[in-house]
């Protein structure tokens, strides 16, 4: 079992850089691939990143490769998202999660943080 909390969000101006952190309770926490979520409203939940265990694999949504960089200090018990180049279209609710594989979907992912909001101004 593992415990999720995101700290980070916040209100930035588009083109601003905003880092998301994950601290995860438990013992197994590197067992885990990691991802981030994000949701706005009134839409679907949706990818942004994923990392494996280690840290060697990480995939990344179309609409944020090359300005977000997933990773994970595995003394710590920490994921990061960093956010760089920011667009108004990027605000949401975004959302840490735990999963056994390596995935995509959010449906792979069985622990969830309880979400940090973030917003961007035009």
């Known amino acids: 079992q593992v415990q999720l909390v995101e700290s980070g969000g916040g209100l930035v101006q588009a083109g601003g850089s905003l880092r998301l952190s994950c601290a995860a309770s438990?013992?197994?926490?590197?067992?885990?691939?990691m991802g981030w979520f994000r949701q706005a409203p009134g839409k679907e939940r949706e990818f942004v990143a994923c990392?494996?265990?280690?840290?060697?694999?990480?995939d990344y949504a179309d609409s944020v490769k090359g300005r977000f960089t997933i990773s994970r200090d595995n003394a710590k018990n920490t994921v990061y998202l960093q956010m760089n180049s920011l667009k108004p279209e990027d605000a949401a609710v975004y959302y840490c999660?735990?999963?056994?594989?390596?995935?995509?979907?959010?449906?792979?992912?069985?622990?969830w943080g309880q979400g940090t909001q973030v917003t961007v101004s035009s």
């Open positions: 999660a735990a999963a056994v594989r390596f995935s995509r979907r959010v449906a792979a992912y069985d622990h």
């Open positions: 438990g013992r197994t926490f590197r067992s885990y691939a």
């Open positions: 990392i494996s265990w280690s840290g060697g694999n990480t």
